[in-house]
């Protein structure tokens, strides 16, 4: 079972910054995809950023540019900074850790963002 942990949320103000962060425990020696996903209350869940094999993979499109994820050396966690946040970056952010074919997939608890115009 891996349990996963994220930190960092909270109230910003619209052009302000944020730095999320995930930490895993467990056994995660199967995981090799990292990511980070955002729920907006009436909206589908949408990726942010996704780390395959320890490498940045792709950005969401309505986020690229004025975010980047990364991974530390144990790649056990995955961290997010956020820049020029805007109010429709206001979400419900999660970090998911999972295997390619998602055999194992777990998900984190959510961390709110608010971006207050």
């Known amino acids: 079972q891996v349990r996963l942990v994220e930190s960092g949320g909270g109230l910003v103000q619209d052009g302000g910054s944020l730095r999320l962060s995930c930490t895993a425990s467990?056994?995660?020696?199967?995981?090799?995809?990292m990511g980070w996903y955002r729920q907006a209350p009436g909206k589908q869940r949408e990726l942010v950023g996704l780390?395959?094999?320890?490498?940045?993979?792709r950005y969401g499109a309505s986020v690229e540019g004025r975010v980047a994820v990364s991974t530390n050396s144990a790649r056990n966690a995955i961290y997010l900074q956020m820049n020029d946040l805007k109010p429709e970056d206001t979400a419900v952010y999660y970090c998911?850790?999972?295997?390619?074919?998602?055999?194992?997939?777990?998900w984190g608890q959510g961390t709110q963002v608010t971006v207050a115009s």
């Open positions: 780390i395959a094999n320890g490498r940045i993979d």
């Open positions: 998911n850790f999972r295997d390619f074919k998602k055999r194992w997939d777990y």
């Open positions: 467990g056994n995660i020696g199967m995981i090799n995809v």
